[in-house]
């Protein structure tokens, strides 16, 4: 982005940092940043040598929620402790700001090629603050925004200064969720990459071992294997398989039968459709089957839901055909909505949902599980040319450059005296 860019769109840029400011300014006074609370509580924990996974002071709000991260997560969150509240509170919310940013600019390189990619990604910041999983991320102090800007600048990035797969392991050590992005280096045949991100996440989780080796056991031996008691929770905002099946209510053995079949199906039809995608579409298939799997998937988690929607308006002005636009609107409106809010919730009620209110009360699942569905079929029966695996068009997308048309030759000296 050059000066002269900045100068001819002057307004524009301080109409968008005014929105940013108004919404921070808003977001920021209604918000308590439960989940700050918890990892301020945590590191202190840690560093006091007290137990990381008992009980925690309670939050603002009144409740009392537990540190679920792995010891290296306490590590790298302890400046957060340091800092005054308001210090913290404001440190955290600029940083996922900023990481909103990244994910943006980076997104916008691979899937929407534009010379201006960082002035077109920034200025969609404002617009993706309006998203719930946007909201509650930044309402809740929350750390997603900065994984999801993590992995994709390490997967999707032209170049970096570190090695590839770095980013993706260092957010691993801090939360296990983003291991699962591992497979998109593999199947891209990038296993130096994958290495790459597996001795990252060691050394760190090395070091939280180092620090706090009782504390590091019983998080891999306890609450890894779920035996806190929240993985399948049944409360409104885990949007995952298992979570909705705890809803429904199934007999223990019909619930594990279950959740084993539509797991391996997701992930069949995950790489299924990876094997034939171009990157930037991959890594966000990747994050749709990594929330639907995992046991526990708030909705604060779906923050993917941005990029994914850049991705398809790529796809839609490519394609050219409007049903792509109205799919775009429509995904937009159900994840500026929220539904699952206006479905009963706590104490149990979600036991005892309508059919209707499953409906609506899992629009992030049942959306990211036919899109999944929808876009394995599609490759299989249809193969439409803008999701063909092309290895050198895929390279150039991930890398932002445009291909070259060939130039007419201009006819020789000595072929115009002809």
């Keep these: 982005m050059d000066g002269t860019f900045l100068l001819r769109h002057k307004a524009f840029l301080l109409a968008a940092g005014a929105v940013i400011g108004m ?126 800007g993590m992995v994709l600048a390490d997967g999707l990035l032209p170049t970096t200064r570190w090695p590839r797969g770095t980013l993706v392991g260092l957010a691993a050590a801090v939360k296990i969720t983003p291991a699962a ?40 031996l306890v609450e890894l294997t779920g035996a806190s008691g929240l993985s399948g929770s049944p409360f409104a905002t885990n949007q995952t398989i298992v979570a909705e099946l705890t809803r429904l ?12 079949v539509l797991v391996a199906a997701v992930l069949a039809a995950a790489v299924f459709v990876m094997r034939r995608v171009e990157p930037p579409v991959a ?14 998937s708030w909705s604060h988690h779906w923050v993917w839901l941005v990029p994914a929607l850049v991705v398809l308006c790529g796809h839609a002005r490519r394609a050219g055909a409007p049903r792509w636009w109205v799919a775009a609107g429509a995904l937009a409106a159900v994840f500026v909505a929220g539904p699952h809010h206006f479905a009963p919730s706590g104490d149990g009620k979600e036991l005892h949902w309508t059919v209707a209110q499953h409906l609506y009360g899992n629009a992030y699942l049942l959306l990211a599980l036919c899109a999944l569905a929808g876009s394995a079929w599609w490759l299989k029966h249809r193969r439409p040319e803008p999701f063909r695996t092309n290895p050198r068009r895929a390279e150039q997308l991930r890398l932002g450059v445009r291909p070259r048309r060939a130039r007419p030759r201009r006819p020789s000296a000595r072929g115009a005296e002809r």
């Design 181 to 220: 992005f591992v497979l998109f280096f593999l199947l891209r045949r990038d296993f130096r990459s994958a290495r790459t991100a597996a001795v990252s996440a060691s050394v760190a989780s090395a070091a939280g071992f180092a620090i706090a080796p009782t504390a590091s056991a019983h998080y891999w």
């Design 23 to 148: 919404v921070a300014a808003v977001l920021v006074a209604r918000s308590q940043f439960i989940d700050l609370q918890v990892y301020r509580f945590g590191a202190q924990a840690l560093w006091r040598g007290d137990d990381l996974y008992g009980p925690l002071p309670p939050t603002s709000a009144g409740v009392t929620l537990p540190f679920i991260y792995p010891p290296f997560a306490a590590i790298a969150l302890t400046p957060l402790v340091t800092a005054p509240w308001w210090c913290a509170a404001v440190a955290m919310f600029a940083l996922s700001v900023a990481a909103l940013g990244l994910a943006l600019v980076v997104t916008v390189r691979v899937a929407l090629p534009h010379r201006r990619a960082v002035a077109v990604g920034l200025g969609l910041v404002p617009v993706a603050l309006l998203f719930e999983p946007v909201r509650a991320t930044l309402g809740f102090g929350q750390v997603n925004l900065v994984l999801m």
């Design 249 to 260: 209510g199934l007999p223990p053995v019909w619930h594990a039968v279950a959740a084993a």
């Design 283 to 296: 890594v966000l298939v990747n994050a749709v089957a990594a929330l639907v799997v995992s046991p526990i």
